[in-house]
């Protein structure tokens, strides 16, 4: 069975950092490329950074300078620092594998896998 499965988000005050890990298991992820995305209450599933094959890395404007995504492909592993938290980060925050492309796109469609997300709450 292929699974992503989050971990690592909580409540935090603005200002304060969270590191989110995805693991996968079930087939190899080191051929995909690998996102995340985050929904907030009322809100569309957004991209919110992304990492190709190649450990290129792309970031929406609003987390750039903030969130830092990494990889560790022998551990089929996925990464998301956050520095510098806001109370307008809060949502649910997901990891995602798109197998058919290596380099990230921004659109959540593209992605064949999920996990089940990971609540962060940032208070002001």
């Known amino acids: 069975q292929v699974q992503l499965v989050e971990s690592g988000g909580g409540l935090v005050q603005a200002g304060g950092s969270l590191r989110l890990s995805c693991a996968g298991s079930?087939?190899?992820?080191?051929?995909?490329?690998m996102g995340w995305f985050r929904q907030a209450p009322g809100k569309e599933r957004e991209f919110v950074a992304g990492?190709?094959?190649?450990?290129?890395?792309f970031y929406a404007d609003s987390v750039k300078g903030r969130f830092i995504i990494s990889g560790d492909a022998a551990k089929n592993m996925v990464y998301l620092q956050m520095n510098s938290l806001k109370p307008e980060d809060t949502a649910v925050y997901y990891c995602?594998?798109?197998?058919?492309?290596?380099?990230?796109?921004?659109?959540?469609?593209?992605?064949?896998?999920w996990g089940q997300g990971t609540q962060v709450t940032v208070s002001s």
């Open positions: 995602a594998a798109d197998r058919k492309h290596s380099v990230p796109g921004r659109d959540e469609y593209e992605y064949e896998y």
């Open positions: 079930g087939r190899t992820f080191s051929s995909d490329a």
């Open positions: 990492i190709s094959t190649a450990g290129s890395t």
